[in-house]
């Protein structure tokens, strides 16, 4: 057959075309193909820069119309569509440019990875910041129920409003950067399904004898809670909010201690942190879960707190064997609703082994 067209109107409709003589000379090429490689160049075999997917004569190839590829020397084919036939040699007249799809698969998985990258180190910074606020607005709660002047009341009310509107900082950078994902505020935790206000700590022993049936009002002996947290302060913290309510605390640092800890007491609550040293949150959890048919125990509660608020830290919690997820900074009022799920799910879990 014959064809005629300029290299300008060819470059127009096939920019990655490839035009050479009977010899397999390179004689004219788009201005796509020179992205493909650098190599090709006018007066140049073929052979040097590409070569044909399937082999095979042009000629044969283009009476066939047998759909080719011109692969670099990696092997990789770069460019795909067909032969045709000239007068005086073959124009490979490309419909797909396959180097500009890798090129955006690799642009895109790039991006992702970066994207992952970042999401990585935000979440990062905000357990950081989340586990120092913790210390902050923990002690700030444990310091305005105290007894206070009125101006050092006023003094401990501005930092409080401060530690708020701290971490509503921090969720809203969150929020930002996540497309898929929320964060989990102070005051509305996506896992914490009471969502009640309370005038101050409830005491422990009288919620769990509200929750079980056949209880003892009376009973003021203390709920004994064995508390996994890494950090100093946060240790201190939560054992100051916890004894208002009753609750007796043993403290570990990590996740290995309160495995044998666990071992040695029946405890009535758990309280894991979730990113520990030695053996983190999630893992001491399991643990625990799976030595409770080996001790013969029913399930103790557990309650898995964790400055990583994403949801996917929420579902890993659970999935672990924990019954309430907690995020920090912890208030005095998101701990009695967590202690308040906790004993509900012991009632729970007592009525189901009955």
Known sequence: MTLMLDSERLS???????????DLTVVGFGPSVALVSAGVSVGAPLSRTFTLQPAGAPADLARAKTLVRLATSDGAPRLQGVVVETETGFLFLANVYVAATEALERERDEAVAASRAKSDFLGQISRELRTQLHGVIGVIGQLASSRLTPE????????QGSGDALT?????????????????????????????????????????????EGSD?????????????????????????????????TLVGNGAEAVEAFKQHDWEMVLLDMQMPVLDGASAARAMRAMEPTLGRGRTPIAMLSANVLPRHVEDALAAGADHFIAKPVTPAALARGLDELIRAAAVNAAKEA
């Open 12 to 22: 127009l409709l096939f920019p990655a075309y490839l035009e050479t003589d009977r």
């Open 152 to 159: 050092q009341a006023e003094l401990v009310e501005l930092i």
């Open 168 to 212: 509503d900082v921090v969720d809203e950078v969150l929020d930002f950067v996540r497309q898929e994902a929320q964060p989990v505020s102070d005051d509305a935790r996506a896992l914490d399904l009471s969502h009640r206000t309370q005038d101050g700590p409830p005491s422990a022993r009288a919620a769990a004898a509200a929750a079980t």
């Open 217 to 249: 009002d009376d009973d003021d002996s203390p709920v004994r809670a064995l508390v996994a947290e890494d950090h100093p302060a946060n240790r201190r913290i939560i054992e100051l909010m916890l004894a208002p309510m009753g609750v007796e605390v």
